[in-house]
């Protein structure tokens, strides 16, 4: 029990009306630990991050696998249920602020919000400590900011302002997809060393999505890597970056600027696009762009440890040639 994950999920499958989306989703966050997940868009990072919440809707259904929060099954289709952990266990930034914000209250309301409705606090304890949390999170005069409507205030404030309520709580798991993206380099710095705060002080574990190496390298503990729906590579930020074994981790690789570079530079330019969904080859979904493609690659690849590698694995079967791929 001792190594209790916080968060595991196991053999995830999303589909989009007929179509698979998320296929054979495993992955699991320890506690206190934080866990990237990278892949060029439309590798169903969202959709992974969006089930997990329970917030799946429309044509959008989980159609296999399971999911766990500190050993507890999660009831995944169950709205009643997810609402109850959503703004306590669990909590989620999305990647649109402005929208994801109620327009007709103030932001210290409704980061005080997850606090009152689940009784944590008393109305005026919440306003102080909603009042403190946008301090946190680097919102100058927050005493007045608290007090004006999302619309009042900038897109990277709104930013701010859905960190504040997602953190207020002290969630055991955090799942922040793309939250610094729209922000300034000073502002994602301070969002980054909050978020890692954080979790030193209360253990929180926190999935984050980015597309962004340079937030990876900052603050990630692990990474996985999606591709086509699946995690094509998982290991420590350190080995990731040092010695990847998945073809489409290495290109990725290849594609980012140098650290001391410009850092918003567009990260994915690997030859070739994403299939369309109804399109994906049978086998290795990545093998129609893969330069080290074979027969064997119309087999699907299982997620498997890479010799030499403590927690390391990739889905590749050519992962030992991947270090001298060019
Ligand atoms: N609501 C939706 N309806 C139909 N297709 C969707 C919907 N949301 C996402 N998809 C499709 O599912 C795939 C994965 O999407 P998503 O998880 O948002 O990718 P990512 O976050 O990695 O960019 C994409 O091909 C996307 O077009
Ligand atoms: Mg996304």
Redesign the pocket.
């Known amino acids: 029990m001792a190594d209790m994950q916080t968060l595991e999920v196991r053999d995830l499958d ?1 589909g ?2 007929p ?1 698979s ?2 296929d054979g989703v495993d992955f699991s966050i320890g506690r206190g630990e934080i866990v990237a997940l990278v ?12 089930a997990i919440m329970g917030l799946l ?4 259904r989980q159609t296999g696998g399971t999911a766990t929060l500190d050993g507890d099954l999660l009831d995944l289709g169950n709205d009643a249920a997810m609402q109850k952990l959503r703004g306590t266990s669990l909590s989620m930034i999305f ?1 649109e602020p402005v929208a994801s914000l109620n327009p007709l209250l103030s932001v210290g309301a409704q980061v005080a919000e997850s606090l009152i409705v689940h009784g944590r606090a008393t109305r005026r304890d919440a306003w102080t400590r909603a009042v403190e949390m946008l301090r946190d999170v680097g919102i100058p005069a927050p005493e007045q900011r608290a007090r004006q409507l999302p619309s009042e205030l900038s897109g990277g404030m709104c930013q701010r302002v859905m960190i504040a309520s997602a953190l207020i709580a002290k969630p055991r798991l955090l799942i922040a ?1 793309e939250p610094t993206t729209a922000l300034d380099v000073t502002i994602q710095a301070q969002i980054l060393e909050l978020m890692r705060r954080l979790r030193d002080e209360t253990e929180t574990s926190v999935l984050i ?1 980015t597309h962004d190496m340079g937030v990876v390298a900052s603050i990630a503990d692990r990474v996985c890597v ?1 591709y086509g ?1 699946g995690i094509v590579e998982q290991a420590e930020v350190h080995d990731l970056f040092a010695a990847p074994r998945h073809p489409y981790t290495k290109l990725l690789l290849a594609t980012i600027p140098r650290m001391d570079g410009p850092r918003k530079t567009e990260l994915f330019s690997i030859s070739g696009t ?1 299939p ?2 109804s399109a994906w080859p049978e086998g290795c979904r990545f093998r129609t762009r893969c330069p080290l493609a074979s027969d064997q690659c119309t087999t699907r690849p299982p997620l498997e440890p890479v010799a030499g590698g403590d927690a390391h694995a990739s889905a590749c079967w050519h992962s030992d040639k991947v270090e001298h791929l060019a």
């Open positions: 999303i989009v009306g179509h989306v998320v892949g060029e868009s439309g590798s169903g990072k969202s959709l992974t991050a969006l809707s429309g044509s959008v990647q997809d999505i999606m729906g994403v369309d969904l």
